[in-house]
């Protein structure tokens, strides 16, 4: 490896150490921006895009666009017709927004999307699709006007953007906690015969329990999944995954 | 249910093993076209599969449907011997680091919950068998999967293109965090595996108790 590649490595090495240890959302932006700074991109965006009736600036994770650019994106619609984005639901490998490819005469509005894009500085840029176990997710798109786009670079960026999305959606989206059982099990065996439509005194009799134990086993477990009623409580039980039947 | 395959019980999986190698030269030499791993007997397999290979074999029913391999790196292994270039400084090796690698699923499996399995299995595993740590070569579209499914992942080296796709090595680490994230994901059981007959540990099996559930 030569020199200068190690120095790519280390660069994008240190901002995925740097990166998953920020707090806050805006945190990313800024260590982003910086270190895409070093190969001359100076806005990116990080957002899912849209399906059906959804509305892109609701997609939007992170960005660091001009402000009239924004503005005029959305107002335009012009998602729709990006090459950008287009491309980035054909592809999982990343590429160049000059590689986008569309018909100058057949979508006029995605050569006018290209040359305003250029308006506000952004002459070409480095897309990556970010793919989950569904398919697309989001895409990390970076663009500027002097962009150092050897292979070494591109694959710092590429990267760099992948950690940048994940903590992006770390931060924003916070997984949930895995969900500790609420019940014990004598509750869930008790909770399932109900489900089955068993009377407490059935129960009694299966368990090998008085049936007020039962009752008390309800009250418990209608207590602990916050129900109404014991009919409450075996619709909540099965919706946890607390009681299977 | 995923099953671990070692030296110890390999005897009682000899016509799986024989379909594994089968389906691995259907998916990775015809499907993705990886003819440097092309036999004229139509199985694929390499140095690395060895007796001290273990496999995770996905069966249904005695049908293979998924699967993946480790490999010590104690040993000479494929970041070693074929993709030192992908990393930057030293290759990994250590006794309670060990390498993954050819990940497989069946054609009609992809859409469903096999890969989660697959992945919980590895974390598992090691997590059992006292393994720290895997390295593995990565198609670089898979690493944000990895991140969804809470695996944290330590690139060793920049991405570059291997048969015209970004690859690149990795490390990843062994977490009861990363095994609680995808069985969440995928409402997996406390355990994924299937295991018979005895053999030895991989490395210490004090350390990790299934959780209760």
Same mark, same amino acid.
């Given at each position: 490896?030569?020199?200068?590649?190690?120095?790519? &490595?280390?660069?994008?090495?240190?901002?995925?150490?740097?990166?998953?240890?920020?707090?806050?959302?805006?945190?990313?932006?800024?260590?982003?921006?910086?270190?895409?700074?070093?190969?001359?991109?100076?806005?990116?965006?990080?957002? &899912?895009?849209?399906?059906?009736?959804?509305?892109?600036?609701?997609?939007?994770?992170?960005?660091?666009?001009?402000?009239?650019?924004?503005?005029?994106?959305?107002?335009?619609?012009?998602?729709?017709?990006?090459?950008?984005?287009?491309?980035?639901?054909?592809?999982?490998?990343?590429?160049?927004?000059?590689?986008?490819?569309?018909?100058?005469?057949?979508?006029?509005?995605?050569?006018?999307?290209?040359?305003?894009?250029?308006?506000?500085?952004?002459?070409? /840029?480095?897309?990556?699709?970010?793919?989950?176990?569904?398919?697309?997710?989001?895409?990390?798109?970076? &663009?500027?006007?002097?962009?150092?786009?050897?292979?070494?670079?591109?694959?710092?960026?590429?990267?760099?953007?992948?950690?940048?999305?994940?903590?992006?959606?770390?931060?924003?989206?916070?997984?949930?906690?895995?969900?500790?059982?609420?019940?014990?099990?004598?509750?869930?065996?008790?909770?399932?015969?109900?489900?089955? &439509?068993?009377?407490?005194?059935?129960?009694?009799?299966?368990?090998?329990?008085?049936?007020?134990?039962?009752?008390?086993?309800?009250?418990?477990?209608?207590?602990?999944? /916050?129900?109404?009623?014991?009919?409450?409580?075996?619709?909540?039980?099965?919706?946890?995954?607390?009681?299977?039947? | 249910?995923?099953?671990?395959?070692?030296?110890?019980?390999?005897?009682?999986?000899?016509?799986?093993?024989?379909?594994?190698?089968?389906?691995?030269?259907?998916?990775?030499?015809?499907?993705?076209?990886?003819?440097?791993?092309?036999?004229?007997?139509?199985?694929?397999?390499?140095?690395?599969?060895?007796?001290?290979?273990?496999? *995770?074999?996905?069966?249904?029913?005695?049908?293979?449907?998924?699967?993946?391999? *480790?490999?010590?790196?104690?040993?000479?292994?494929?970041?070693?011997?074929?993709?030192?270039?992908?990393?930057?400084?030293?290759?990994?090796?250590?006794?309670?680091?060990?390498?993954?690698?050819?990940?497989?699923?069946?054609?009609?499996?992809?859409?469903?919950?096999?890969?989660?399995?697959?992945?919980?299995?590895?974390?598992?595993?090691?997590?059992?068998?006292?393994?720290?740590?895997?390295?593995?070569?990565?198609?670089?579209?898979?690493?944000?999967?990895?991140?969804?499914?809470?695996? #944290?992942?330590? $690139? *060793?080296?920049?991405?570059?293109?291997?048969?015209?796709?970004?690859?690149?090595?990795?490390?990843?680490?062994?977490?009861?965090?990363? *095994?609680?994230? #995808?069985?969440?994901?995928?409402?997996?059981?406390?355990? #994924?595996?299937?295991?018979?007959?005895?053999?030895?540990?991989?490395?210490?099996?004090?350390?990790?108790?299934? $959780?209760?559930?």
């Amino acid at each position: 490896m030569t020199g200068q590649s190690v120095d790519y &490595g280390r660069g994008a090495f240190e901002f995925i150490e740097r990166v998953c240890a920020l707090r806050s959302a805006t945190d990313v932006v800024r260590l982003f921006h910086e270190a895409l700074g070093r190969f001359g991109y100076e806005t990116f965006i990080i957002t &899912g895009l849209p399906n059906g009736g959804q509305r892109f600036e609701q997609l939007v994770l992170l960005k660091h666009w001009p402000a009239g650019w924004f503005d005029l994106y959305t107002r335009e619609g012009y998602i729709l017709d990006d090459p950008v984005a287009v491309q980035c639901r054909r592809t999982v490998e990343p590429f160049e927004w000059a590689s986008a490819p569309y018909d100058p005469q057949r979508h006029p509005r995605s050569a006018e999307i290209m040359r305003r894009a250029a308006d506000f500085g952004m002459t070409n /840029g480095l897309c990556v699709p970010i793919h989950g176990f569904v398919g697309l997710e989001a895409c990390v798109s970076a &663009g500027g006007s002097d962009l150092d786009l050897s292979p070494q670079a591109k694959a710092a960026v590429h990267l760099m953007a992948i950690y940048a999305c994940n903590r992006a959606r770390q931060l924003l989206a916070p997984l949930a906690e895995p969900r500790k059982p609420l019940l014990t099990s004598r509750e869930r065996e008790v909770m399932t015969w109900t489900a089955m &439509g068993k009377s407490a005194w059935e129960i009694g009799c299966i368990l090998r329990i008085s049936a007020p134990t039962v009752n008390k086993h309800v009250a418990s477990a209608m207590h602990k999944l /916050g129900a109404a009623n014991k009919t409450h409580a075996v619709a909540r039980a099965i919706e946890r995954r607390e009681v299977n039947i | 249910m995923i099953h671990v395959i070692t030296a110890g019980n390999r005897s009682l999986y000899a016509s799986e093993l024989a379909q594994h190698h089968l389906i691995r030269h259907e998916i990775f030499v015809k499907e993705r076209g990886w003819s440097a791993l092309d036999r004229p007997d139509g199985r694929e397999l390499d140095g690395y599969d060895t007796d001290e290979t273990i496999y *995770l074999l996905a069966l249904d029913e005695g049908r293979v449907v998924g699967g993946h391999r *480790l490999f010590p790196t104690t040993r000479p292994h494929m970041l070693s011997e074929v993709f030192p270039a992908l990393v930057a400084q030293k290759v990994p090796s250590a006794p309670d680091v060990y390498e993954w690698s050819r990940f497989f699923i069946v054609r009609e499996r992809r859409s469903g919950r096999t890969y989660l399995r697959l992945m919980a299995a590895v974390q598992q595993l090691c997590l059992e068998e006292g393994i720290s740590s895997i390295t593995a070569v990565i198609e670089m579209w898979w690493l944000p999967r990895f991140h969804e499914a809470g695996f #944290v992942v330590h $690139p *060793l080296g920049l991405p570059q293109p291997v048969e015209g796709v970004a690859t690149a090595a990795v490390m990843i680490e062994i977490r009861e965090e990363s *095994l609680a994230r #995808v069985r969440q994901l995928g409402d997996l059981p406390a355990s #994924v595996l299937v295991r018979r007959g005895d053999s030895p540990p991989l490395v210490r099996r004090d350390g990790y108790r299934l $959780p209760v559930q």
